[in-house]
Each structure stands twice: as C-alpha cells, then as structure tokens.
C-alpha cells in the first residue's frame, strides 16, 4: 500500500537527507502534514531563504550570508593566523571556546582517495592564495583527527611549507576517530592550546 503522491513525494525528498531512512522520513513527513499550515510554511520559506541567500564567503569560503562573512569583515580578529577546518560546523565548534581570535578557512571537505576526493575537490587553491597574498604568520591545520583528516593535515602541511608560514597542528586533546563538531568546548579550547608545528 501506498501513500498519496505528494506524501510519497515528500518522502522520498525527506530520505535524500543524511541519517533519513524510510521510517524517518515518513514520520517527519506525517509530522509536517499534521502541523498547523503556517508552521509548514514557514519550514518552506526558511528552505526557500537558505538555498536562495546562503554562499561562501569570497575570502575564507565559511557559509554566509554576507560577503565577506563576519569573521572575515572583523577588525579586531588576527588576520595574521588562520585556523583551517574541514567543515562550517568544525568552525562553530571552535568559536565556542571563545580563546580563538584569528580568523578561519573552510575546506569543505577532506582527502579521501577512495571515494575520489582530490585536492582539486577542495578549498585549497582559496587558502593558497591567501597565504601568497602575505600577512599571514600560521596556518593552524584543525582537520579532524580520522584517517582523511590526518592526510588532509599532512598534505596542506607539504603545500603550505614552500611558502614560508609557520603551519601547526591541534594537539591531541579531541579523540583519534572522533569529529570537531561533538568536542566539548574545554576539550577544543586545550587542543588549539597545546597545537604543534608540522
């Protein structure tokens, strides 16, 4: 037995989600059909606002809806060290520490042979030409602590050398297979402490 087309549809939309399976995907979509009409759509024009307003910010490619972002436009952060993270979340996780105060650079994304993500893939070029520019004293490299973060780490650590910048590493602090995003902030505040030069 089936639904009616628009739920089967709404369905199918919800599962393409990360973590959505079939069972998921139907609740939230007899959730949203049992919400008051103007909640649902006020779900639809929040979509609607994010994919029409959201883009990466021409400096440091964060998520934004500003150009540059607020990290980038802020005065009173060192410009002179920029923290490298592989996604927008693993910046906001860094933020909560509240003791970070140079600036950042999405990579949106880490090395992974396997699945046929290359350099070319990422936001490398970006933070190339930003540490060819001038003025920047440190590349903090805060990849996540797995397998492909530790390449991706390894590998900026050999593109950023010829440049002349000092390029450090977050200690271990965060656990080895775990993601920035779930580290408490004492936890993410000691590593960016105890960092180290690669």
């Given at each position: 037995?089936?639904?009616?087309?628009?739920?089967?549809?709404?369905?199918?939309?919800?599962?393409?989600?990360?973590?959505?399976?079939?069972?998921?995907?139907?609740?939230?979509?007899?959730?949203?059909?049992?919400?008051?009409?103007?909640?649902?759509?006020?779900?639809?024009?929040?979509?609607?606002?994010?994919?029409?307003?959201?883009?990466?910010?021409?400096?440091?490619?964060?998520?934004?809806?500003?150009?540059?972002?607020?990290?980038?436009?802020?005065?009173?952060?060192?410009?002179?060290?920029?923290?490298?993270?592989?996604?927008?979340?693993?910046?906001?996780?860094?933020?909560?520490?509240?003791?970070?105060?140079?600036?950042?650079?999405?990579?949106?994304?880490?090395?992974?042979?396997?699945?046929?993500?290359?350099?070319?893939?990422?936001?490398?070029?970006?933070?190339?030409?930003?540490?060819?520019a001038g003025g920047v004293r440190e590349v903090i490299l805060a990849t996540n602590?797995?397998?492909?973060?530790?390449?991706t780490a390894a590998y900026l650590s050999r593109v950023l050398k010829p440049l002349?910048?000092?390029?450090?590493?977050?200690?271990?602090?965060?656990?080895?297979?775990?993601?920035?995003?779930?580290?408490?902030?004492?936890?993410?505040?000691?590593?960016?402490?105890?960092?180290?030069?690669?």
């Amino acid at each position: 037995m089936s639904y009616a087309d628009p739920i089967e549809r709404l369905v199918t939309a919800l599962k393409r989600l990360p973590g959505i399976g079939h069972k998921s995907a139907q609740r939230l979509a007899f959730a949203i059909l049992h919400q008051p009409r103007d909640e649902s759509l006020e779900l639809s024009a929040a979509i609607q606002e994010v994919k029409d307003k959201i883009r990466l910010c021409s400096v440091c490619c964060h998520i934004t809806d500003i150009d540059p972002c607020r990290f980038c436009a802020d005065e009173a952060r060192d410009h002179g060290l920029i923290c490298v993270v592989e996604e927008p979340n693993n910046l906001l996780a860094i933020e909560k520490t509240r003791e970070y105060k140079g600036v950042y650079h999405v990579l949106h994304g880490s090395l992974s042979p396997l699945r046929g993500i290359g350099p070319e893939a990422l936001r490398i070029d970006e933070l190339l030409a930003r540490v060819r520019a001038g003025g920047v004293r440190e590349v903090i490299l805060a990849t996540n602590p797995t397998v492909e973060g530790e390449q991706t780490a390894a590998y900026l650590s050999r593109v950023l050398k010829p440049l002349g910048v000092k390029t450090s590493r977050i200690a271990i602090g965060i656990p080895v297979g775990s993601e920035i995003e779930y580290t408490d902030e004492v936890t993410m505040s000691k590593a960016l402490e105890g960092r180290r030069e690669v």
